[in-house]
């Protein structure tokens, strides 16, 4: 792991920003997502990660419930898509060591590679569920082009 002052926000992190806080006028620091894309490793990093909640610094998640760029629009995908979002709902809602148990083995999720092909845009939820203590909860969900998508927030 290294710092790289020079380098730009990512648009996972520079578009959700600028929505909320248009003025730019809170501090951020990204993390990336590690190459391994191991879900493991990013729960760890929200354990690690969690103290600061305990100091009033909101760790934000920015990804994707369904992230299938092939998907969108296709009419074959909108099932898939709400059976992954419907595992995610209930995985997020129970108790966090059954919770980070079933995101470690997110795979074996109904429709999981259909709705994530690759890893990088779900790993960003696993850093969030690390670092909480309670339940997730769904605090938004429509279908986009035809694909069931969803936010969530833990207490």
Do not use: C
């Not at 191991?38 to 100091?55: E, T």
């Not at 109904?110 to 994530?116: G, I, K, N, T, V």
Request: aromatic letters at 8%; glycine letters at 10%.
């Amino acid at each position: 792991m290294a710092l790289d002052p020079n380098r730009g926000f990512d648009h996972g992190v520079f578009v959700p920003l600028k929505v909320v806080f248009p003025a730019a006028d809170v501090p951020v620091v990204e993390m990336s997502v590690d190459r391994t894309l191991d879900p493991a490793r990013h729960l760890s990093a929200g354990r690690a990660l969690s103290a600061l909640r305990d100091q009033g610094i909101a760790i934000i998640a920015s990804g994707m419930s369904f992230h299938n760029l092939q998907g969108f629009g296709d009419p074959g995908f909108t099932a898939p898509s709400e059976a992954f979002d419907a595992w995610l709902g209930e995985t997020l809602s129970l108790e966090p060591s059954q919770r980070n148990a079933r995101l470690e083995q997110w795979e074996a999720a109904p429709a999981a590679r259909l709705s994530h092909p690759r890893a990088e845009h779900l790993l960003p939820l696993m850093v969030a569920s690390g670092a909480a203590t309670g339940a997730g909860r769904r605090v938004y969900s429509e279908h986009v082009l035809g694909v069931a998508i969803a936010g969530f927030r833990f207490d």
